[in-house]
């Protein structure tokens, strides 16, 4: 069985936060309760969504402390083992990131 997700995810650049895009990070940050790595975030949101489970906010809510400036890498590894509990893998997948600065 064949399962497709899709998501975007939408930060706010903010001065004084480190910008963090795929676990790689720059000087200008983005606006959230995690480390706001919007790739990261996106990828998240698409396997949840195609597993069924809701979005990202339902199992990783920006209310619960225990997620604040947690790394979305972490996050990864638990959406991960969501999908492996439930038999899915990953069998293809593509990201895009529109950016005007810092230059990829």
């Known amino acids: 069985m064949y399962r497709i997700g899709q998501s975007t995810d939408i930060h706010q650049l903010v001065p004084g936060r480190k910008l963090i895009i795929g676990g790689v990070e720059t000087e200008l940050g983005l606006l959230g309760h995690s ?6 975030h996106a990828v998240i949101e698409s396997i949840i969504g195609a597993l069924g489970l809701g979005d990202i906010g339902k199992h990783f809510s920006d209310t619960d402390e225990r997620y604040k400036g947690i790394s979305s890498l972490v996050l990864m590894e638990k959406t ?3 999908m492996d509990e439930r038999g899915y893998e990953i069998s293809n997948l593509d990201a895009l990131i529109l950016i005007e600065k810092p230059k990829m």
């Open 80 to 82: 991960y083992e969501m």
């Open 35 to 40: 480390d706001a790595d919007v790739l990261s």
